[in-house]
C-alpha cells in the first residue's frame, strides 16, 4: 500500500500562482511515476502532469509553459508549481502514484482561482 497525501491547495486570483506538494509513503519503489490529475465540477478527471523516478515529465496542453512538475525522490514527493493561474484551473487536484505495487490516488486539494 502507498499512502499519499497533498497539501498546498487554496483561493487565488486569476494571474496568480500556487504550489502543490504530495508525499508519499509506504511501499513505494524507487521505480515509479508520480502526478497530477484534476477534476472540475461536472467534469471528468483529466490529467495535468506527469513525472518518472527518472525526470520524465508530460503535461496537458492547457498547462504546458504555466505549470512545473518536479520531485525530491529522497523524500518521495512531487511539487506542481503552477503560475498564471485562470479561472479554468479550478479544480480538485488529485496526487496519485504508479509503481509495481499498484495505482494510488491522493485524497484531493482544492483549488480555486478566483477572475
Known amino acids: 500500500q502507498v499512502h499519499l497525501v497533498e497539501s498546498g491547495g487554496g483561493l487565488v486570483q486569476a494571474g496568480g500562482s500556487l504550489k502543490l506538494s504530495c508525499a508519499a509513503s509506504g511501499s513505494t519503489a524507487r521505480v515509479n511515476a508520480m502526478g497530477w490529475y484534476r477534476q472540475a465540477p461536472g467534469k471528468e478527471r483529466e490529467l495535468v502532469a506527469t513525472?518518472?523516478?527518472?525526470?520524465?515529465?508530460n503535461y496537458a496542453d492547457s498547462v504546458k509553459g504555466r505549470f512545473t512538475n518536479s520531485r525530491d525522490n529522497a523524500k518521495n514527493t512531487v511539487y506542481l508549481q503552477m503560475i498564471s493561474l485562470k479561472p479554468e484551473d479550478t479544480a480538485v487536484y488529485y496526487c496519485?502514484?504508479?509503481?509495481?505495487?499498484?495505482?494510488?490516488w491522493g485524497q484531493g486539494t482544492q483549488v480555486t482561482v478566483s477572475s
Open positions: 496519485d502514484y504508479l509503481g509495481l505495487s499498484g495505482h494510488y
Open positions: 513525472i518518472t523516478s527518472g525526470g520524465s515529465t
